[in-house]
Nanobody, 114 residues
Framework: VQLQASGGGLVQAGGSLRLSCVKS??????MGWYRQAPGKQRELVAG???????NYADSVKGRFTISKNSAWNTIYLQMNRLTVKDTAVYYC???????????WGQGTQVTVSS
């Protein structure tokens, strides 16, 4: 499984960004996003399963929306009302069905300025 993330950038507080993660190869049961801010541990942002179930970190509920395409090879993270606390490198992940191992994509930087 290979993952290609995109969509990061610099945005002002209150603005929006949309991240994408494209999967190639392998079958996965779930995909999602983690983020890691400087000096902090990586934390789960949101996840979605193949049947559409979603989960979110409390800090992003009501602001971020995770979605997937019908082919189940791309996920999106719509991020609204961004704050400086959302500044981090965002990593997409995918959980492989057969091996149950987690694959990671390269990070994409999200920087929110005040």
């Amino acid at each position: 499984v290979q993952l290609q993330a995109s969509g990061g950038g610099l945005v002002q507080a209150g603005g929006s960004l949309r991240l994408s993660c494209v999967k190639s190869g392998g079958s996965v049961s779930g995909m999602g996003w983690y983020r890691q801010a400087p000096g902090k541990q990586r934390e789960l942002v949101a996840g979605v399963t193949s049947d559409g179930a979603t989960n979110y970190a409390d800090s992003v509920k009501g602001r971020f929306t995770i979605s997937k395409n019908s082919a189940w090879n791309t996920i999106y993270l719509q991020m609204n009302r961004l704050t400086v606390k959302d500044t981090a490198v965002y990593y997409c992940y995918a959980d492989r069905i057969i091996t149950r191992l987690r694959s990671w994509g390269q990070g994409t930087q999200v920087t929110v300025s005040s």
